[in-house]
Every structure is written in C-alpha cells, then in structure tokens.
C-alpha cells in the first residue's frame, strides 16, 4: 500500500531528472579534468546519449542501477507495491536501451555504460574513462 496520495506520488515522481543528474554531473567532471570534450544528449543519435565523443565516434549512458535495472546491484531493487506495473516499466526500459545500443552499433558507434553506483567513487570514473576512450 501506497503511504502518498495519487497527487503526491505526481509530484514526487515529476521531479526525477532525466538530465544533469548527480552521476551525470561526476562523469562530465571527470571527463573534463582528464581534458576530453564532449557533447551532451543528442537528441540526433539513437537514445539520447549523455556523453558524445563525436571525434572518438564513442557515446556514455549514464544510467541510474534503478531504472535501467543494473544487474547485481543492491540498488536495483523491486518494489514491493504495484508488482506488475513496474515489471513491465522496468521491462521496457531495458528494451529501450537496448534498441539504442544496437542502432549505436549499427550506426558505427561504440557505446558504454557507467552505472549510477560506479560514480560514488569519483577516482573510479576517472580510470574506466581513461580505459573506454583509451587515454
């Protein structure tokens, strides 16, 4: 059961961000300071990546282990209310996401993921950065 109303809940969810997120924010500084620039979210290559490298051809998703459903993490946890529904979100996203890698590859990109509780440790962003564009 539910703790909020229908209007709270709205509320609450419309002010999750889909851009400019705190593990977004640590990637892009990371990738800064080891002196890479980058575009942020076309909107002209499949999903939206947060992260383009237009000289690399190489794109970053920054995905939060919630919603994109990081496997193995202790934060991609199942609510426990309204099953069905969120299975079926979870499910779709992770659809998508794949779409968008495979259209990325098709289009000759390469793509990566940095998983939201990857960016808690910032000194490890930098290496996996250093690591996926070959700094």
């Not at 109303?5 to 990371?30: F, L, N, Y």
């Not at 990081?70 to 979100?89: E, I, M, T």
């Not at 890698?101 to 930098?126: F, H, M, N, Y």
Request: aromatic content about 8%; overall charge positive.
């Amino acid at each position: 059961m539910d703790i909020l109303t229908s209007a709270q809940r709205s509320a609450h969810m419309a002010r999750i961000r889909g851009s400019d997120t705190k593990p977004e924010m640590v990637v892009r500084r990371a990738a800064h300071a080891l002196g890479l620039r980058f575009r942020l979210h076309r909107r002209d290559l499949p999903g939206s990546p947060d992260l383009v490298f237009p000289s690399r051809r190489r794109v970053l998703f920054v995905h939060g282990c919630y919603w994109h459903r990081h496997p193995g993490c202790r934060l991609a946890y199942s609510p426990k209310s309204n099953v069905d529904f969120w299975q079926a979100k979870f499910d779709r996203n992770v659809a998508r996401d794949a779409d968008a890698l495979a259209d990325l590859q098709a289009a000759g990109w390469k793509a990566d993921i940095i998983w939201e509780c990857e960016t808690r440790r910032p000194e490890i962003v930098s290496v996996r950065l250093r690591a996926l564009l070959g700094e």
